[in-house]
């Protein structure tokens, strides 16, 4: 249950503000460079960045219900559930593609003369 509440708490206070800033800044700074928003390496990762920030809000839901399943489970003096597992899962499973999606982006950042 623990472990479950600082999961929790860590997305909150690190991955929350790191999703908003780093687009916001980006898109900042390929205006004062003048790049387009449309330039494709620019575009293709703004689209990989959002495709990974929905996967990341189905994760963020999966941890809070994982959070709650666990407190209950704790309160009850009983074992996890199996719905406790299946969405262990599943939150494991959001986060190969969303690595994936991020990883393109460094790439596409990397080698942008390329694309």
Do not use: C
Request: hydrophobic share 55%.
């Amino acid at each position: 249950m623990h472990i479950n509440k600082q999961v929790v708490l860590a997305d909150w206070l690190f991955t929350t503000p790191s999703a908003i800033l780093q687009p916001l800044s980006g898109i900042a700074l390929a205006h004062l460079l003048g790049y387009s928003l449309t330039t494709p390496w620019i575009l293709y990762s703004l689209i990989l960045f959002g495709f990974s920030g929905i996967l990341w809000l189905g994760a963020v839901y999966l941890q809070i219900q994982m959070r709650n399943l666990s407190i209950k489970a704790l309160e009850q003096n009983e074992a996890l559930p199996p719905l406790y597992h299946r969405y262990a899962k599943i939150w494991f499973l959001l986060g190969i593609p969303s690595f994936f999606a991020m990883f393109g982006v460094m790439l596409l950042m990397l080698f942008r003369g390329y694309v």
